[in-house]
T-cell receptor, first 114, second 114 residues
C-alpha cells in the first residue's frame, strides 16, 4: 500500500548511543518532515525537507540531524541520545505544490532513552 | 506567531451522544484548517479540512466550519460511536508551497463508552 513507512516501531536506547530512524514514502512527495509528539504538547516540527538535497530546521532541531539524498527517504539521526529525546516520532509527507493538501503520516516510532 | 488552542480534555461520552470539540486559532493571513485523528497505536490521519472562510469540511459524520469572524474551527458529530475513540488534533497550515508549515493544537482524547 502507498504511504509513509517508518522503522523501527519501538526502540530503547541508552544515553549517549546513536541511532537512525528510517522514513520512506512511495507517493513521490517532495515535502517530508519529522515531528515529535509529547504528552500535552501536540506535535512539534524537528526538521523538514522540500526536496532531495534540501533540508531545514523546524521548531526543535537540537540533537537531531537529517539528510535527503533521494525523494523517497528522509532518515532522522540521533547522534548522542538523551533522556529528553524520549518521545514518539512521526514522519509526514505531502505534495509540495499544494499547501492545502493533507499530509500523510507514518505510524510512528516510540523511542525510550534510559 | 501562529497558534491553535483546543479545549481541555479528556472527553468521555456515551455511544450516540453529540460531540463538540472546540478549537480556536491565532494567525495572520489566510490559513487552511484541518482536523487530524490519531487512533490508538497509529499515526495521524486527515479527518477533514477547510481552506477558506465559511467552508465546511466533512467526513465520516464529522463536520467543522471555518469561522473567520470568531477564528474558530469546532469539530462536531451528531452521534458518536465507540470506534470514534481517538485523539483529535486541530491544525492550521499557512504559507504556500515549500514554505507551508503545520501548527498543531495539543490534541484531545475522546473516549466513547458502549
Amino acid at each position: 500500500n502507498a504511504g509513509v513507512t517508518q522503522t523501527p516501531k519501538f526502540q530503547v536506547l541508552k544515553t549517549g548511543q546513536s541511532m537512525t530512524l528510517q522514513c520512506a514514502q512511495d507517493m513521490n512527495h517532495e515535502y517530508m518532515s519529522w515531528y515529535r509528539q509529547d504528552p500535552g504538547m501536540g506535535l512539534r516540527l524537528i526538521h523538514y525537507s522540500v526536496g532531495a538535497g534540501i533540508t531545514d530546521q523546524g521548531e526543535v532541531p537540537n540533537g537531531y540531524n537529517v539528510s535527503r539524498s533521494t525523494t523517497e527517504d528522509f532518515p532522522l539521526r540521533l547522534l548522542s541520545a538523551a533522556p529528553s529525546q524520549t518521545s514518539v516520532y512521526f514522519c509526514a509527507s505531502r505534495r509540495d505544490e499544494d499547501s492545502n493538501y493533507g499530509y500523510t503520516f507514518g505510524s510512528g516510532t516510540r523511542l525510550t532513552v534510559v | 506567531g501562529d497558534s491553535v488552542t483546543q479545549m481541555e480534555g479528556p472527553v468521555t461520552l456515551s455511544e450516540e451522544a453529540f460531540l463538540t470539540i472546540n478549537c480556536t486559532y491565532t494567525a495572520t493571513g489566510y490559513p487552511s484548517l484541518f482536523w487530524y485523528v490519531q487512533y490508538p497505536g497509529e499515526g495521524l490521519q486527515l479527518l477533514l479540512k477547510a481552506t477558506k472562510a465559511d467552508d465546511k469540511g466533512s467526513n465520516k459524520g464529522f463536520e467543522a466550519t471555518y469561522r473567520k469572524e470568531t477564528t474558530s474551527f469546532h469539530l462536531e458529530k451528531g452521534s458518536v460511536q465507540v470506534s470514534d475513540s481517538a485523539v483529535y488534533f486541530c491544525t492550521l497550515s499557512k504559507g504556500t508551497g515549500a514554505n507551508s508549515k503545520l501548527t498543531f493544537g495539543k490534541g484531545i482524547t475522546l473516549s466513547v463508552r458502549p
